[in-house]
């Protein structure tokens, strides 16, 4: 079914026509209501059983899995609204795909391509903005900003960026790799919107600031870690410093990315140099303590192919190569009224596929 069977059964919080909002899980293209299960299912956002810990988070899941067999009333997805799952407390962008960091080097700084040189030492990362992440389909409005001297306005160069989230829900600070799944509670899917216009213009030296602060995506759906098939993490030369060994797992997700429903790309998430166990270490590594609802986003996704970028910055170069759309429009960057959809699928642990849903988001002027 669908890729939302009992194998999957990602945490959402959703209110139906005349209600509260409520715990529930997504099953095919139904919600199940949980709150009558009580305990932190009760409450109105994730973060009181993101909190509990691992133990808790597979007993619910095991009680989930019974009521969902024994036949709840099914509450059809398109009755119901979908709030963001869990209140964000901060948000961590880190910049982990090989060839997206190669790539946008040679777009953005042709004088100097290539990795910078402590790239394959630490996860390089940056602090976002929390209060502006948002749930899939609320709409984004085009940032404004400077974009050269003495020139402020709307940006002509708004993109997208393709990525996985991982959400904390336990506290911790020098979080062993090890640990990583003691610590993360799931995984959803992200759109780090971006202005290159701004960006290009105010990143040096210290990274990117107002082009990315306006507006970040995440699916309604959050996928339980332990729902997941690992794979090997990507082989890292050179060997990492103890902190960040052992690498942790790898994960097989493969994400879809669809402009105006022309599906543009296939971003595979399991060619990441850092694993999320790594991007989780390195960021507690300096004693800096994680809460629940922290959320952190492994990086653009992107592939070695172009129709495997992560980001329109890279599937049109800049721009310079437009892409065709199915209605036979030209893309460089996003005008208004564009919609996109990122999408996902993964294995399970139970070894079936299984969807992570999808994060969508129409521009608005
Ligand atoms: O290489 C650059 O100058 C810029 C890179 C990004 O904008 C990417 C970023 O936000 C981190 C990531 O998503 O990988
Ligand atoms: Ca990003
Ligand atoms: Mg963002």
Redesign the pocket.
Known sequence: MSGFGLDNLPYGVFSPPAGERRIGVRLGTDVVDLSSLGGHLAATSLNPLMAAGRREWQAAREAVVAYVTAGPPLIPLRDVTLHLPFEVADYT?????EQ??LT??KI?RPESPGLSPQWKHLPIGYHGRSATVVVSGTPIQRPSGQTAAGVFGPSQRLDV?A?VGFVVGVPGRRIATADFAEHVFGVTLVN?W?ARDL?AWE?RPLG?FLA?SFATSVSPWIVPLDALATVPAVAQDPEPLGYLRPPGPGYDLRLTVEWNDTLVSRPPFASMYWTAAQQLAHLTSNGASVRTGDLY?S??VSGPDRDQAGSFLELTWNGAEPVKLADGSLRGFLADGDRVRIGGTARSAAGTEISLGSVSGTVVP
């Open positions: 962008d880190f910049y982990s795909s997206h960091a946008v080097s953005l960026e990525e780090d971006s960006q990143y990117p990315k986003a990086g653009t």
